[in-house]
């Protein structure tokens, strides 16, 4: 688990961390093997690890792994297209972000933690893709949500059934600039 993970002196090199970040990609179709209880709890933790406004930590999720139950939950989410092992609802504890009517900060917390569980199942060789496109009452009935607890998103998760294949991504010219707008190159280093 990520808890037993962290006291540990040892830290993963930069470049491993940095290749998990560059090379993830959506996985929308899976090979049906099982996923561990291991490599779930691995990628729950590290959802729960993500940054939070004024550590308010506003977000529930709840890991969907027996069949029928994925079944049900898959009845309620075009956005799913293959068959995963396991689901993952994010959801926002809105009795822990009364503070936030609009929801902006505790929607940016949920986001920030299912990118965690999407880089935590691709270091583990495993595939994910987030989904918005779901019947949310539907899915809280389901789910026996309480009333101050909502889905968000829905994360299906599994074994790759094809090689993964990094997205094309704009030029960084195109999207990153130095000190102001349109300046694409870097001001010389400054040392000490």
């Not at 297209?81 to 949920?110: F, K, T």
Request: hydrophobic residues 45%; positive net charge; charged residues 20%.
């Amino acid at each position: 688990m990520l808890s037993d993970v962290s006291t540990s002196t040892a830290r993963p090199p930069a470049d491993a961390v940095l290749e998990v970040l560059r090379t993830r990609s959506a996985v929308r179709h899976y090979t049906g093997d099982p996923v561990d209880d291991i490599l779930i709890d691995r990628m729950l933790d590290a959802a729960i690890a993500a940054p939070t406004a004024a550590n308010r930590q506003a977000w529930a999720f709840v890991a969907i792994r027996e069949g029928i139950n994925v079944r049900r939950v898959r009845a309620f989410a075009p956005g799913i297209i293959g068959d995963p092992s396991v689901i993952v609802v994010a959801c926002v504890d809105r009795n822990r972000c009364a503070e936030d009517p609009g929801g902006g900060h505790s929607q940016l917390c949920l986001a920030m933690a299912v990118e965690n569980l999407l880089l935590a199942a691709h270091a583990q060789g495993l595939g994910a893709c987030p989904v918005s496109s779901f019947c949310g009452p539907a899915i809280g009935r389901l789910l026996e949500l309480p009333s101050h607890v909502e889905p968000r998103f829905i994360v299906p998760i599994g074994y790759p059934a094809q090689e993964l294949a990094s997205p094309c991504r704009r030029n960084r010219n195109e999207v990153i600039s130095y000190e102001r707008w349109g300046k694409v190159t870097r001001p010389p280093a400054r040392i000490g």
